[in-house]
């Protein structure tokens, strides 16, 4: 099944349409979300990226009228810069990432999944890991797999010109050299580590900038539904992925997830942890079962787990 839809049988998004102005629908409504209040939007947004300087050479770049709220980051050092993810393919990401900097740009994923990788297309210098999902999802997905994300249903506003359910996929685009566990990107007096955390993908990956204390953590950890039922999901690894993130929130000062809002506190971490272990251990409340997929609220996430899952002994 694929991803948009799953959203909508889920109720994490509502079935909405759009018109000249934005709908009245539930995720539409929640717009724009509390966590980017503190923030001050930045001149290079357009009318369908909105882009905020969260720090000193620290930009994010969301996509918040389209359901999956996704935010891609860019980290820009004194010689280079690094995009981390790239997002739906919907809009002309290098032109807003153009207008952020004029130094050479490095692209990496925190994972392979569709909003993740739709813009990479359009950069020639792209890091990956070395993943049987990397090297296919590297070819692109065909507009039948997609065509959901860029359908009324999932928008908030018209799409950017050129760009519709009919034609929309996401392009092939080509790895130019491979990262590993503990990689380090040196983008000039800023050097950021790989941390590869598989779990939610095989190729899930996180950032950590150890010297602001900064972690992007992908869709491993971001407020709101975090999800752990697609096919390629493993939670044995996602258990030890955040276990091992949560192990660093004490070095920590700032966390940044790949949906919905920039900027989460690392106790975070910990909690994800201990939810996703109570949940495995059978011990964890759950909201009714909804065809395939189970939800287990917790104050400022959701877990959703394919329905039957295994428990681990207690």
Not at 40 to 46: I, N, V
Not at 143 to 152: F, I, L, M, T, W
Not at 153 to 167: F, K, N, W, Y
Not at 270 to 297: L, S
């Amino acid at each position: 099944m694929r991803e948009a839809l799953i959203a909508i049988l889920l109720g994490l998004i509502s079935p909405i349409g759009y018109a000249d102005t934005p709908p009245s629908g539930a995720f539409c409504a929640n717009l724009p979300r509390p966590g980017w209040a503190a923030f001050e939007r930045h001149h290079a947004s357009t009318d369908w990226f909105q882009v905020y300087a969260l720090a000193d050479g620290l930009f994010a770049i969301a996509e918040p009228y389209q359901w999956q709220e996704v935010i891609s980051y860019l980290i820009v050092g004194q010689d280079r810069a690094l995009l981390f993810d790239s997002g739906n393919g919907m809009g002309d990401i290098r032109a807003v990432v153009d207008r952020l900097t004029n130094l050479p740009v490095t692209v990496l994923a925190s994972h392979s999944h569709i909003d993740h990788v739709g813009g990479h297309w359009q950069f020639a210098d792209i890091l990956a890991p070395d993943t049987p999902f990397t090297r296919q999802r590297a070819k692109g997905r065909a507009n039948a797999a997609v065509r959901e994300e860029a359908s009324p249903e999932a928008l908030c506003r018209p799409l950017p010109v050129g760009i519709s359910a009919d034609t929309h996929h996401i392009k092939p685009f080509h790895v130019v050299s491979h990262v590993v566990d503990g990689t380090r990107i040196d983008l000039g007096g800023r050097v950021l580590k790989v941390m590869m955390i598989p779990g939610h993908t095989p190729d899930s990956l996180a950032l950590f900038d150890p010297s602001e204390g900064r972690l992007f953590t992908g869709d491993s950890y971001y407020k709101g539904p975090i999800w752990l039922f697609a096919a390629e999901t493993d939670h044995a690894k996602y258990a030890a992925s955040i276990a091992r993130l949560a192990a660093l929130a004490p070095k920590l000062t700032t966390v940044h997830g790949a949906h919905n809002e920039p900027v989460s506190d690392p106790s975070e971490l910990v909690k994800v942890r201990d939810a996703f272990a109570a949940v495995m251990r059978g011990t964890a409340k759950a909201k009714p079962a909804d065809g395939q997929q189970i939800t287990y609220p917790f104050e400022s996430f959701s877990l959703i787990l394919r329905a039957g899952h295994p428990v681990w002994p207690r």
